[in-house]
Each structure stands twice: as C-alpha cells, then as structure tokens.
C-alpha cells in the first residue's frame, strides 16, 4: 500500500509567518519597550530581503514561465505581504508610540512642534538638509531621475510656472543617505523629555522653500525596492572576482519590484510612480507612517532609557575548558572545546587565530569566509599572517548574498598581502565555516606536523556571534583535521578528494547521509524499538528530506522539528504526520544552531547527533559546499542535548507550535524560556 501523498506548505507564505511572529515579539509586555520598537524594524529589513530576492524570484518564474500558477501564486503572497506590513503599522501606531510617549520619548511631527522647536528645526535644515537637496524638475531636459533601491525620495505636484514660463508640474527630491533620518532635539527646546524629530518630517516642513515662486500642491514620500540578486554565469567568466565588482555597481538599479508611499499619497501620484517604474497596482504599498521603519533603529541607539533595553548581556569565557593566558594549542591537544554563542564567547576563536599568526612555528593557515563583516578582526588577522610570510589560503565566498562587496574588499586586500585566495568551486556556494592551522612541534625528538580546527554552525562574524545562537567546535582531533585539510584541498584546486572519515559533505554525501540516519530510525520504528528523530534548523524545505521524515512518523517514530523560519512540512495530519510535531522559537536572540539526532534503539551506541552549516533546504543539500559532523564525545553529546535541543523542545515562553494548516500558535507566555535558563547558565558575575 502506497504512503499517503505530504501536504506540502507554500515556502513564501512560511517566511511571511516567521516574519508575523517576529512582529509578535514587538507586542509582548515582557518585552523592553525599545527592544520591541527594534522587533519592527527586524521585519522590515527581513521584508526588504524578501521583496529584493523571493518575490523577484517569483515575477522571474512569470517571466520565464518555469511554474504553473504563479501568476495566482504572486497575487496571494502580494495580499498576504500587505496585510502584515499594515498590521506592523498598527503596531507601530498603535501600540508603541503610545507606550513610547508615556515614557516622555517622543517623535514630534511639524503639527506638534512648538515654536521653539520649530525654529530650531528651521535652522537646522538650512545648514545641514537643505545645501544638500536638489530638486529635479521633470521636462525632456530632465527625465525621471534614477531611484536606486530603497533610496528614499518625494515626489512633488506644483502649480505656477518655472522660471522659463513653463507648466512643468511635477519635481523629485532625492533625501541623502548620508543624512541622519532620526534627530534628536535639544534639552532647550524639548526640557523634560526625549523628543526626536524624523528627517523627512523636516523636509516635509520646509519643501515649499526649495521651489521658491511655485506653490507645492500635494506631495509624498516614495521608495522604491528592485530585484536585487547578482546573477553571474560562472561558466562565461574568466576571474569571478572582477564580474562580481562589475556586476556590484548595477545591483540597486535592478527591476522595480515593491513601491512604498505614505497612505496620504494622492492617487494622481501614485498612478505615475506606478508608470514610471512599470508597475502594476498591487504594487503598491500605502503606508501610515515613516516609509523606511528600519531607520528608527536610530531613534533606539539616541534614547537614553537603559531600563527600556535588554540588560546587557556578556558572553562567558569558557574558563574551566580553556583557561586564560595558557596556549589555546597546548589545550587542543589534550581535549577538544565545544563553544556555545551567544552565552560563550566568540573571542577563543579569534584568540585561536591570534595565536597562529604571533607563533613562528604555525606554518599555514586556512579559512572560509562567507560573512565576516566590513570590520573584522579576523580578517586583519589573515592580513598579517600573510605579510609575516605564513602559507595563507582564503576560500571567500563572492555570492554572500548582501555581503558580496564586503568580500570582494577583502579578497582583494589578501591577494595584495600574499594570501592564496580562491572563490569555492563554479557553480557552489561555499557555505562551510571552517579555519584550520598548521603547527611544526616536537614529539619524542622528533619534528611533526599537527593541525588545529574551528568548525561553526556559524559565520565567523563577531558581531553576530553575540546576537545569534549557533556552536562551534575547537579541535586537534587527527581525523577531523585530516578530513578538513582534504575539504581545503577540493575548494583550492577541485581534485578528487579522498574518502572523509569523520565529516560529512554536501553537495557529495550529505543529503544521503540524513536519508541513511532517517532510513535507520524508520526501521527502528517498524520493529517496534525506539526510534526518535530531533532536527533543529532554521529552514526545512527540502522535500526529499520531508518525505523521509514523514516515512519515520508514519513508521511509528517520534519526530521533532525546530524549525525557526520557513518550514513547508504540514505536521498534525492523520495518517500522514501525526507523529510529527513542529515548534519554532523566536527569542532576544536568533535562533541559528543545526543539530540533528537520531535514535534507532535504547543504548547510546543506537544514536547519533551532528552539528552542521547546513539547513535542510535543496540549496544547502545540492547547491552548496556545507559541513556537519559527529558528536562522538559522551560529555559532549550530553551537553548539546541538554543546551540545544531539550530546553527548546520544553520552552513555553519564546515558542510557537506550527499547525496542519500553516498557523502558528504561541506555546504560552509564562513558561521556561530555553535563552533565558542559558543566558543564566553562563551568566558572568
């Protein structure tokens, strides 16, 4: 008898859902107010991302005629789109600035400005807005000015005629990205409170001066969002470092996909930015409030109100397991370091680094990059190794999706030091974190060659180690070194790689390997042992990989997800996943660990856990170069059980229960809250 067919969710309904429960923590009392303000502009930078890539991915797909449906496909996403961006303005409105004002912060619209506040903002416009603004008066002299992506300008109606006599009605200001868009007003004008003033309410305030002789009939903000993926052929390319650079100046000019206007834009307008950027109607946002909420983080950093903020959160530095001052590879040796971010530092990783470079007898040293920064630490470190004459190589990965131009920077500023920098394999993604050291030591009077490995989950970005969960592996171990040297060698020159005795590869093993693991699991189940499945990600989409779990729950295996974003496996049906829960836990932190454990029986020797780069999505599992690995240590097998998969699987404050029918459910408000107990297991006295 054939498995009943899965019930498969849509994957951008799924990240429009992630996105609705991001916006939840903004409504959450037990949220400091500013940090809830900071949870709205998370959702529109994540929905800037998703109009840039997902839904030009769509409009592509109508284009090219690649799937059946999508036209209704566009429609629905576009009206499940608007109906969050107007919840998050009701949000905002509704309940934040309110809540904001009750606290003396306040943003003080021209209407609400007193005199003295408004002669201030006169002055200040005069020296620092209005020298820098140039309207365009649109004739055959003067097209529609370029708007590059999510560069935000007015769009202005005036009545009179120009100096030359001419009725030419319609202007556009482009609004500087260099200027700030949230301002403070001074204590002498606003004692007693907090009260900002936003950069187009300024502009608004004053337009009519930049068209002396001319009245301003109507007005609105504007901006525009276009596609903004970098599509090179690498095929048809001869360095990929230099098409990429090229490829970099065009990218926020692409195909107008979103236009955003404030709700009072008059109709007149709206229908000539939608002519002018090719536009149908349903692309158009009306919003009631700032056009870019993303800016009012600047409102967050300018408050002084710390009770209003997360309390500060300070890694732990693993003491017990690599104590200070002492040599991080006299350690290693000895017996390997599992890190924990954000509640462990990032740091042993960068001191690990820093080591290399200052000991002469390191030889080489290895790394993949994919997002590191504009800034980074470890990117000055790999410089100096290079001028220091250490064999260098860099594996940067040029397609980083936004951070393509931060690593063609750094490419660059390696090849110049002498570092051997190589771009991956054509057409993968090299998605791997990874950073291996060569060391020449003595061993019974002899001289010997031993490697040390960082593996992530994770990028190797300091900053973001403190803001996103993942863990990180610090070790001497021969088989895992030796298989991360053979990994290097396939990424530098592309040679068949000897077989890998400890890591797991993709695109060569590792969608076959979970097949294997899960394959194990469902006979388990069949014959009536324990069999139990926990797989932690942030995306689940791939659906050979679905079908499979959904064979272990329909077996008799008990499955579990945690699955933070988009996941298009329908859990709760009869007959097809009743065995099969899905929770997702969205927190002060982001969630961004892999691990995955199976069981096909009683003793520990009939299980397994990894940790990987990988989500389990066709991308990660055939598109790209991604590592996982074992957990083989007992001790430490049981503390990733207990620090990344039990809490999470127990939460009942930061978590959310997916439904058959693609709705979440908050857990509860009161429960445990797996960041929170470890926050406190590491917490620094």
Request: charged share 25%; net charge neutral; glycine share 6%.
């Amino acid at each position: 008898m054939p498995r009943p067919a899965p019930v498969l969710l849509d994957r951008e309904q799924a990240i429009l859902e992630f996105n609705r429960r991001v916006l939840a923590q903004a409504e959450r009392a037990d949220v400091p107010l500013l940090e809830r303000l900071r949870y709205v502009c998370i959702v529109s930078s994540n929905l800037d991302e998703f109009f840039e890539v997902r839904f030009s991915d769509l409009l592509d797909s109508v284009r090219d005629k690649a799937r059946a449906g999508v036209a209704q496909d566009i429609e629905r996403v576009g009206a499940a789109a608007h109906a969050l961006i107007d919840e998050q303005y009701a949000v905002f409105n509704d309940q934040l600035m309110p809540a904001l004002a009750q606290r003396g912060i306040h943003i003080r619209h021209h209407a609400a400005r007193n005199a003295a506040q408004r002669a201030w903002v006169s002055r200040f416009f005069d020296r620092e807005v209005r020298p820098l603004l140039v309207p365009v008066s649109l004739d055959p002299a003067h097209p529609f000015p370029q708007a590059a992506n999510k560069a935000l300008h007015f769009i202005v109606k005036l009545a009179g005629d120009d100096a030359l006599g001419r009725a030419n009605p319609i202007a556009i200001v482009r609004v500087p990205r260099v200027l700030p868009r949230v301002i403070k007003l001074p204590a002498q004008v606003a004692p007693g409170e907090q009260a900002f003033v936003l950069l187009t309410s300024v502009i608004r305030a004053h337009l009519g001066e930049l068209f002396p002789g001319r009245e301003v009939v109507s007005f609105s903000q504007f901006r525009v969002t276009r596609d903004s993926d970098i599509d090179v052929d690498e095929e048809e390319v001869a360095n990929l470092r230099h098409a990429m650079r090229s490829r970099l100046s065009t990218r926020h000019f692409g195909r107008a996909v979103r236009l955003e206007v404030v709700h009072t834009c008059p109709e007149d307008l709206a229908q000539l930015l939608l002519t002018q950027f090719q536009l149908p109607p349903a692309a158009l946002y009306r919003v009631n409030g700032p056009v870019n909420l993303v800016r009012l983080n600047e409102l967050i950093d300018q408050v002084e109100a710390p009770a209003l903020r997360f309390a500060p959160h300070e890694p732990a530095w693993p003491q017990g397991r690599l104590p200070r001052g002492k040599s991080i590879f006299q350690r290693l040796r000895d017996r390997d370091v599992l890190l924990h971010h954000p509640f462990e530092s990032f740091e042993p990783v960068i001191e690990l680094l820093r080591e290399a470079v200052n000991d002469p007898e390191v030889l080489a040293i290895k790394q993949t990059v994919y997002r590191t920064g504009a800034r980074s630490e470890l990117m000055e470190l790999l410089l100096e190794a290079a001028r220091r004459g250490k064999e260098v190589l860099v594996v940067v990965e040029l397609k980083a999706r936004f951070d393509e131009e931060a690593n063609v920077n750094w490419a660059e500023k390696l090849e110049a030091a002498g570092a051997q920098v190589v771009y991956g394999i054509v057409g993968l993604k090299t998605h791997a974190k990874l950073l291996l050291v060569t060391r020449r030591e003595t061993r019974k009077g002899g001289r010997i060659l031993r490697r040390y490995l960082h593996l992530g989950t994770g990028n190797y970005n300091p900053r973001t180690a403190r803001l996103y969960t993942d863990l990180g592996l610090l070790t001497a171990d021969p088989a895992l070194t030796a298989d991360a040297d053979a990994v290097f060698g396939l990424l530098a020159s592309t040679a068949h790689m000897r077989r890998l005795h400890q890591l797991v590869l993709a695109p060569f093993a590792m969608q076959s390997r979970w097949l294997a693991e899960l394959e194990r699991v469902r006979q388990a189940a069949l014959a009536g042992r324990r069999a139990r499945v926990v797989v932690k990600v942030n995306a689940l989409t791939d659906l050979v990989l679905i079908d499979a779990l959904l064979a272990c729950g329909q077996a008799g295996a008990e499955v579990d997800l945690i699955v933070r974003g988009a996941c298009r496996l329908a859990p709760g049906i009869p007959g097809v996943s009743d065995k099969v829960r899905v929770r997702s836990v969205v927190g002060r932190f982001l969630e961004h660990t892999r691990v995955l454990y199976f069981a096909w029986g009683e003793s520990e020797r009939d299980e397994a856990l990894y940790l990987s780069s990988a989500d389990w999505m066709s991308r990660n599992m055939l598109g790209r170069i991604e590592l996982a690995w074992p957990v083989n240590d007992p001790k430490m097998r049981q503390r990733v059980l207990d620090e990344a998969l039990v809490p999470y699987l127990l939460d009942g404050r930061d978590a959310w229960v997916l439904d058959a029918a693609g709705g979440y459910q908050r857990v509860g408000t009161d429960g445990p809250c797996a960041q929170a107990a470890l926050a406190e297991l590491y917490r620094v006295d």
